[in-house]
């Protein structure tokens, strides 16, 4: 298909999210049946977008069509990604076209040897079996074998399925995988935040072991996944940590996830930093709290903290992030 033809169609498909459902329903039926890999991923986000659940025949009928000889009639996997998300948005809840979609591997020739391109959609799907009607014993099965795939998203979204999953036995897998390592670092560090969200067997503790892991990209991981954990224990954890001989990098790191986290308990060990430490980590606490969802209700004690240092550094950021006059004094 030319160029312009295929953007002329293109076109036409957007300028159904203004037309009345039936007309945009029949166009995006036939835009399905289309050869074109390209526009079916259209057609296909279209069809999700506009809640059209009439069409999931059809978009059932278009993933068979793209499985045969898949390099050719789909490559990229550019139709089956956008037909296998908009299926799980449309609520599709049959597990079929997922397994098949999980188990796919599609190696396309590249420059040297072949590359897989269907690592997005075995992601998609994982995360799309969760709301399936499948038991526990078997979508774990199917998820052990996704935390061992080659791919690294792939491997990334396995570990975030098995927390959406909310299984306790899926904890074992996790600690397993956190266990036996990855040769990508935030691997593990999805297994350490699913962990922490899912298990009830002291995560904290069990997160808590790598922070004196030999791999910086490691402890980095724990401590973030920590500082984002919605258990006031992990905070606690944190604190000790914190005391140790760590890298600015690793600091920053920490500091930067404080900031994102849900607890108050967080706010507060930001503002001790600001209070006690030297002014590089108290400037970085100072921008972590400007960013949390504690800032306004905390503004008070922060400023009183600011004061207090006496440090026109500090003070100059507080009224830069804070977005405030100065009024603590010349």
Request: charged share 25%; hydrophobic share 45%.
């Amino acid at each position: 298909m030319k160029k312009q033809a295929l953007d002329n169609k293109v076109e036409a498909l957007e300028a159904l999210r203004s037309a009345p459902h039936e007309t945009a329903a029949a166009q995006l039926r036939k835009a399905l049946k289309d050869r074109n890999n390209w526009l079916v991923s259209k057609a296909a986000a279209l069809a999700a977008a506009l809640i059209l659940q009439e069409l999931i025949p059809d978009l059932l009928a278009a993933f068979d069509r793209f499985m045969l000889d898949p390099v050719k009639s789909d490559p990229q996997c550019w139709a089956k990604n956008a037909i296998a998300k908009a299926l799980k948005d449309l609520g599709h809840h049959d597990p079929e076209v997922y397994l098949r979609g999980f188990a796919h591997v599609q190696l396309e020739p590249v420059w040297g040897g072949s590359a897989d391109s269907a690592a997005t959609l075995r992601g998609t799907c994982a995360l799309a079996l969760v709301e399936c009607k499948l038991d526990d014993l078997t979508m774990l099965t199917h998820f052990a074998g996704g935390l061992a795939d080659p791919e690294k998203t792939v491997r990334v979204d396995t570990a975030t399925a098995i927390a959406q999953l909310a299984c306790p036995e899926g904890a074992l897998l996790l600690r397993l995988k956190a266990l036996l390592g990855d040769a990508e670092p935030d691997v593990i560090g999805q297994c350490f935040f699913s962990l922490l969200s899912l298990d009830t067997r002291d995560p904290v503790q069990f997160v808590g072991r790598f922070l004196n892991s030999k791999d910086q990209d490691i402890r980095l991981e724990a401590a973030c996944a920590l500082a984002l954990s919605r258990d006031p224990q992990s905070i606690e954890k944190l604190r000790g940590f914190w005391k140790q001989r760590l890298s600015p990098e690793l600091r920053r790191a920490v500091l930067v996830s404080l900031g994102s986290s849900t607890l108050a308990e967080a706010a507060d060990f930001l503002l001790d930093i600001v209070a006690d430490d030297p002014t590089e980590h108290a400037e970085q606490a100072l921008t972590a709290l400007a960013a949390s969802r504690f800032s306004a209700n905390m503004r008070d004690r922060i400023a009183s903290v600011v004061e207090t240092k006496q440090d026109p550094g500090l003070r100059q950021l507080f009224d830069q992030r804070f977005h405030l006059p100065s009024e603590l004094g010349p």
